[in-house]
C-alpha cells in the first residue's frame, strides 16, 4: 500500500480569523460642508450670470449732442437730445437725460454731432471769447465748425521799403483754437473777397489777435494736423 506524503502545515491553518468587513460610502448628509459649500458656489454663479446679463441689456437714457458743440457755447435744451444707450460701468461719464439739465453750463470743448455729451467737456467757466475772423475766400473744406486752427498774421508790404530791406516776417497770433462757425451758404458768404470766420480765443491771446485785426495785413487760418475735437 502506498501512501501520499501529507500536505505541510501552515501558521494560518487551524486558526479561525475573521473576514475583513467591506467599506462602504456613506451619502452625505445637509450637514456635509462640502456639500453646502458647493451649493453655495453654485447658487452665487447662477446670480452673478443673471446679474451681467442684465446689466448687458440694461439702456439708459443720457443726453447726445444735437449738431457740433463748441467751447464757450452754453447748453441748452436746444443743443442736445435723449438717446437710450447701452453703457454698462460708464453711465455716470455722460450727461444723464432722466433729469433736469442743470443751469448754466457751458461747453469747455467740442463735442461732435452725436456724441454722447460727457461731464467732463461741461463746465460752468470756458474762458474763451468767440472772435470774428475775415480770412480770404476759398477755405480748405477741412475748415469748419469744431475744427482746429492755427491763426497767423502776415504783414502787408510797406509802400516804400528801402532796398535790401527784409519783407515782414509772418507771425503766430494763437494755436490750437476752435473754428466755432462758418458764415457760409451753399458754400461762402463772400463779402469783399474775405469769407468771416468766427473762432473761439483763449482770454490770454485774445488782446493779440484783436490787435492784428486792426494791423495791416491779413490773418491765415492753418488747419491743424487731426484737428477736430
Not at 462640502?34 to 446670480?47: K, Q, Y
Not at 457755447?73 to 438717446?83: D, I, K, Q, Y
Not at 473761439?200 to 485785426?213: K, M, Q, R, S
Amino acid at each position: 500500500m502506498t501512501y501520499a506524503p501529507a500536505a505541510p502545515a501552515t501558521a494560518a491553518q487551524g486558526l479561525d480569523l475573521p473576514e475583513p468587513a467591506a467599506g462602504r460610502l456613506r451619502r452625505p448628509g445637509w450637514r456635509d460642508p462640502r456639500l453646502v459649500t458647493g451649493l453655495v458656489i453654485v447658487a452665487l454663479s447662477i446670480a452673478l450670470g443673471s446679474w451681467v446679463v442684465s446689466a448687458a441689456s440694461r439702456t439708459v437714457p443720457v443726453f447726445v449732442a444735437d449738431g457740433a458743440l463748441t467751447p464757450g457755447e452754453p447748453l441748452t435744451a436746444g443743443s442736445v437730445r435723449a438717446a437710450d444707450v447701452r453703457l454698462g460701468a460708464g453711465t455716470g461719464r455722460y450727461l444723464p437725460a432722466d433729469e433736469p439739465l442743470p443751469a448754466d453750463l457751458m461747453v469747455l470743448r467740442v463735442v461732435d454731432d452725436g456724441e454722447l455729451v460727457p461731464l467732463t467737456a461741461l463746465g460752468t467757466d470756458a474762458d474763451v471769447r468767440s472772435v470774428a475772423v475775415p480770412v480770404a475766400s476759398g477755405l480748405s473744406d477741412r475748415i469748419r465748425a469744431g475744427a482746429v486752427v492755427d491763426l497767423w498774421f502776415v504783414p502787408d508790404l510797406p509802400v516804400t521799403r528801402e532796398a535790401g530791406a527784409d519783407r515782414p516776417e509772418p507771425r503766430t497770433l494763437a494755436k490750437d483754437v476752435v473754428v466755432e462757425q462758418v458764415d457760409a451758404d451753399d458754400g461762402a458768404i463772400v463779402v469783399d473777397g474775405t469769407v468771416t470766420l468766427h473762432v473761439l480765443v483763449p482770454g490770454d491771446t485774445l488782446p493779440t489777435v484783436l490787435a492784428a485785426l486792426s494791423d495791416a495785413g491779413t490773418v491765415a487760418v492753418v488747419p491743424v494736423a487731426g484737428g477736430v475735437r
